[in-house]
């Protein structure tokens, strides 16, 4: 039975990939015989309660796939997936390069992004509403007349919950290992790019145009936007590595952090290069430099793709 990591959940996109359509699945399928050695018990409860969010999941992963083989198209690393085996993106969810920071990042974009839509469409039931967050700071600034505001207080909240809780799975103590803090990391920032891409759209109602009542909602913008937004994070992301010189400091902080009901964190990401600022909310993180993807065959006598 195959290992589950915390990109284990990518294993979705297959079904994504194969004009998936939502009235062909039942939980059982979906959840058990296909994905059930992938998950976690906690993935997998969601699955099997929560199946309007999974076909939310697989549309988003959809999307992430087209959007990541268009941006990679003409790149040595093609965006490149795999029909079988445990890994859709083969040794590339298992590396902590910057390719897999990407990957990271954009697929958790992705559910986010798509299960707003498909909860302000009504394709999903019990979308809680967050309170208040940035769209209050956005409505003060924009929204001075008479209006009436529709939706939610803060649409995007119970997507970002819903992905935080599904995608990073966390335990009671937290990340296992760097690699996981490294995905937690790059997840929160593909989550914080789906809010950072909020919009205040408003329709004007009165005589003459006067617009004395507007209606007025949030939306993101579309996820292509959002991906490109991510591919210069891509370009731009920060090289660090797993600090564990303190590890028994930070052993003794964490029991201390356990009696506070805290998450102990026994390792930390820090920059390679000390003099660099450190990196910011939205920025991807890296722990490993990428393979060239192109080796010689001396053989042939000629340069030729390797697949990772």
Known sequence: MARHTLSSWWTFSRIATKSFDDREYDAYRLCYRHQQPYLSKKQRETCYTRLDLMRAVIHGLKMSIKECKRLFKYRRWNCTTFANGPHVFGKMELSGHRE??????????????????????????????????????????????????????????????????????????????????????????????????????????????????RTCWNSTAEFSEIAEFLMSKYNSAKHVYIDTNNLISHYHTSLSRIKRNKKPKPFKLSMIDRKLKRPAKDDLVYVDFSPDYCQTNHELGRQEYKHI
């Open 100 to 213: 897999s920071a990407f990957l990271q990042a954009l697929t958790t974009a992705s559910v986010v992004h798509t299960v707003h839509k498909r909860c302000y469409s009504g394709k999903i039931k019990n979308c809680n509403c967050g309170s208040g967050g940035n769209s209050d700071a956005i409505r003060k600034r924009f929204v001075t007349s008479s209006f009436k505001w529709s939706g939610c207080r803060d649409e995007l909240a119970f997507g970002e919950k819903f992905a935080r809780d599904f995608i990073d799975d966390e335990n009671e103590v937290g990340p296992k290992s760097g690699l996981d803090l490294m995905r937690m990391r790059n997840n929160a920032a593909g989550r914080r790019a789906v809010r950072k891409s909020l919009r205040l759209n408003c329709t004007c109602y009165g005589a003459s145009g006067s617009c004395t009542v």
